[in-house]
Nanobody
Framework: QVQLVESGGGLVQPGGSLRLSCAVSGSIVSINAMGWYRQAPGKQRELVAAIASGGSTNYVDSVKGRFTISRDNAKNTVYLQMNSLKPEDTAVYYC?????????????????WGQGTRVTVSS
């Protein structure tokens, strides 16, 4: 089983910064892409940022220029640096990894989610 553990969330004031981390472990063999999603109360989960195996990145328009996704392959960890935070950034943030994993003795395409870490931006 693939395990994703997020950390780094918390309460910050508008304009503040947070750095989220997502550590990947378990049966993952190769990773095609990793990303951060967020879900606010009463809203659908949305993609915030993603990074592909080749290093290319993409961001939802509302966070461009403020958020940066990066990864440390040696540590199997992906990060999301969030600057100039706004109240509308308040949500539970989830890490996702797309790749190939061992399952039932076979290599399979896998899509795994972390448990989420809460970010609250408020005065």
């Amino acid at each position: 089983q693939v395990q994703l553990v997020e950390s780094g969330g918390g309460l910050v004031q508008p304009g503040g910064s947070l750095r989220l981390s997502c550590a990947v472990s378990g049966s993952i063999v190769s990773i095609n892409a990793m990303g951060w999603y967020r879900q606010a109360p009463g809203k659908q989960r949305e993609l915030v940022a993603a990074i592909a195996s080749g290093g290319s990145t993409n961001y939802v328009d509302s966070v461009k220029g403020r958020f940066t996704i990066s990864r440390d392959n040696a540590k199997n960890t992906v990060y999301l640096q969030m600057n100039s935070l706004k109240p509308e950034d308040t949500a539970v943030y989830y890490c996702k990894v797309d790749g190939r994993s061992w399952l039932g003795g076979l290599l399979r395409e896998s899509h795994s989610w972390g448990q989420g870490t809460r970010v609250t931006v408020s005065s």
